[in-house]
């Protein structure tokens, strides 16, 4: 490479890198509220707030199979149930932050309300 064009090089990859890093955290972004909206349609909707369905668990898993064969195994019973839980763990979606990835998510929504405070 010629030295005199390697500032502009640098600039462009740092253009082309920031760009990259918004684009990832807007997704992120809209993977969280995807799955957290999936969680409280199961449960407002489908639950009435409950546990589980009046009718069963058989609900879920024949959703998970529609949304499987739809659009993919990101949908299965398991992840739909990690929507659920994602849920009913922060049921406020604004005090969601989207910095955290649905990893981080999924791993905190297991914990119990006193874990999660001493972590949060």
Do not use: C
Not at 23 to 35: D, G, I, K, Q
Request: no cysteine; charged share 30%.
């Amino acid at each position: 490479m010629i030295t005199n064009q390697m500032p502009l090089f640098s600039e462009i990859k740092e253009i082309i890198l920031q760009s990259r890093q918004r684009v990832f955290r807007m997704a992120n972004s809209v993977l969280l509220e995807t799955y957290w909206e999936i969680g409280r349609v199961i449960v407002e909707d489908e639950q009435k707030g409950k546990d589980r369905a009046d009718y069963g668990k058989s609900t879920l898993k024949n959703l998970a199979n529609q949304l499987a064969f739809e659009f993919g195994k990101g949908f299965d019973e398991r992840n739909l149930n990690n929507m659920r839980a994602f849920y009913r763990a922060f049921p406020i979606w604004n005090a969601l932050r989207t910095e955290l990835s649905w990893t981080h998510y999924r791993l905190l929504s297991r914990l119990n309300s006193e874990q999660k405070e001493f972590i949060i």
